[in-house]
């Protein structure tokens, strides 16, 4: 089974920036794709941006320009850093880790953390 722990979410300012977190941990032979979805009150989950293990990133278009994802191999977690933060980006924020571990093939989800933008 494969765990994973999110964390930075929080309150900001609109123009401010917050950097989340998402460690996986488990019996985990090799991770494929890592990614961060969010879904705000009312709508649909959507996905904000993907990383492969190679290294190639793919964005919502809502958060290209202002949101960079990232991950370290080593610790088998994914970055998220979002810069001039919108009232829009208010949400649950998910990361979700696609890969092979003890028991096969995986896809896990985060618990989600809030990030509320406001002044």
């Known amino acids: 089974q494969v765990q994973l722990v999110e964390s930075g979410g929080g309150l900001v300012q609109p123009g401010g920036s917050l950097r989340l977190s998402c460690a996986a941990s488990?019996?985990?032979?090799?991770?494929?794709?890592m990614a961060w979805y969010r879904q705000a009150p009312g709508k649909q989950r959507e996905l904000v941006a993907a990383?492969?293990?190679?290294?190639?990133?793919d964005y919502a278009d809502s958060v290209k320009g202002r949101f960079t994802i990232s991950r370290d191999n080593a610790k088998n977690t994914v970055y998220l850093q979002m810069s001039s933060l919108k009232p829009d980006d208010t949400a649950v924020y998910s990361c979700?880790?696609?890969?092979?571990?003890?028991?096969?093939?995986?896809?896990?989800w985060g618990q989600g953390t809030q990030v509320t933008v406001s002044s």
């Open positions: 979700n880790v696609m890969g092979r571990g003890g028991l096969g093939n995986f896809r896990s």
């Open positions: 488990g019996n985990i032979y090799s991770i494929n794709t």
């Open positions: 990383i492969t293990s190679g290294g190639s990133t």
